[in-house]
């Protein structure tokens, strides 16, 4: 099996009820700048990347993808990922003008779109390519009902109906508001509305300083959170080292950490208790696996953030042990061939050759060919 071509597009799904919003951040559709990567069998692998879904910044990705990688990958055969992985990501002239960031995303793509072809090629998902088991249970936990810029009353709704008619028993909250108070008053009223069983996370999104964070984060306890996300700016080790010397609720961060090297550093200091890499920031599963293996052999859990919203996540939490509790958020649900589903609170095995990343037909009338 060889590479023929790499065909780009751009897919911007709308997000839930016109609109979100999180303490830095507000969109109204989520991007799947992405790959379609074809070969002279007729095989075709894909793989996309997570974006708040501005054309111009999805078009660098995708032009990185075709212009950059693509000339490297013609000819090769798409089923030797990790040494295809390393080619792109060491021995290209994008080493030396960026190993993150928009190339990042980029190579993140290009790699779930060849485990993606080499899972197919095999006639298995992707998970027991990786040597996972049926038999194993992945919890989901929901993030689509706690947005910042949702009323208070509205968000203890959708939490209660997640909890009490789809059957999760473990939602999200987004904190980071113009007043702290008005923090801890949504998670209070959460609380109260699920009771004591269900568990609460809650999400910051780097918003606090370090002294907002000891003293808002500080207060989280009272309501037994799960853990606080991203409660301070993204990079800065120390700073969640000393945030986790100082509170109770435990810290769970890399949603914006895009390399195996800075998730070790910040597990080697002691600064995380939850680690969340994103298959589309750390340039896909082949350096996903390899935070979570450091993970594992620091015996701290794997709690995906979920940029591909799930597709290839729910895969790799079937086949690392690391891995038992997911993020689920649904905007690429009516996009996809195959998509994630979650029955009574749990992610359903996947059985579908593949990474779960073919777009549908519906998508394909969407999608911007470029």
Not at 235 to 252: K, S
Request: with cysteine; proline share 6%; hydrophobic share 40%.
């Amino acid at each position: 099996m060889k590479i023929t071509r790499l065909e780009p597009f751009i897919l911007h799904a709308p997000v839930t009820r016109g609109g979100i919003a999180d303490s830095t951040h507000s969109i109204t559709h989520w991007g799947a700048p992405g790959v379609a990567i074809h070969t002279d069998t007729g095989m075709i692998g894909y793989g996309f990347s997570g974006t708040h879904a501005h054309l111009a910044t999805d078009r660098l990705i995708t032009d990185c993808i075709v212009h950059s990688y693509g000339p490297l990958l013609l000819g090769e055969d798409p089923r030797e990922v990790r040494r295809l992985w390393e080619k792109l990501y060491k021995h290209s002239p994008i080493y030396w003008v960026g190993r993150a960031g928009i190339t990042h995303l980029a190579l993140g793509a290009i790699d779930i779109a060849l485990w993606d072809l080499k899972a197919k090629d095999t006639g298995a998902p992707l998970w027991k390519l990786l040597g996972g088991s049926a038999a194993k249970k992945v919890e989901a936990y929901n993030t689509d009902g706690g947005w910042l810029n949702w009323p208070l009353e509205t968000v203890v709704s959708d939490c209660r109906r997640l909890i009490e008619e789809e059957g999760y028993r473990a939602v999200k909250l987004k904190v980071g508001g113009a007043d702290p108070k008005e923090d801890l008053r949504r998670v209070e009223a959460v609380r109260k509305a699920l009771g004591p069983e269900v568990r609460i996370m809650t999400d910051a999104n780097g918003r606090w300083t370090l002294s907002q964070a000891i003293e808002t984060a500080g207060r989280l306890a009272d309501f037994d959170v799960t853990w606080i996300e991203e409660p301070i700016n993204f990079d800065d080790v120390q700073g969640h080292l000393r945030l986790a010397e100082a509170i109770r609720t435990p810290i769970a961060l890399g949603e914006q950490i895009y390399t195996a090297t800075h998730f070790r550093e910040f597990m080697d200091a002691g600064a995380v208790h939850y680690v969340q890499p994103d298959v589309v920031r750390v340039a896909g599963v082949t350096e996903f696996l390899e935070v979570a293996d450091m993970a594992q052999s620091r015996n701290l859990p794997v709690a995906p953030h979920v940029g591909d919203m799930a597709q290839v996540h729910q895969h790799i939490c079937f086949a690392h042990p690391a891995a038992n509790l997911l993020e689920y958020i649904p905007w690429l649900r009516d996009w996809m061939e195959d998509p994630a589903r979650i029955e009574s609170g749990y992610y359903c095995v996947p059985d579908a050759p593949g990474a779960g990343t073919t777009p549908n037909l519906r998508a394909f009338r969407e999608i911007n060919r470029i």
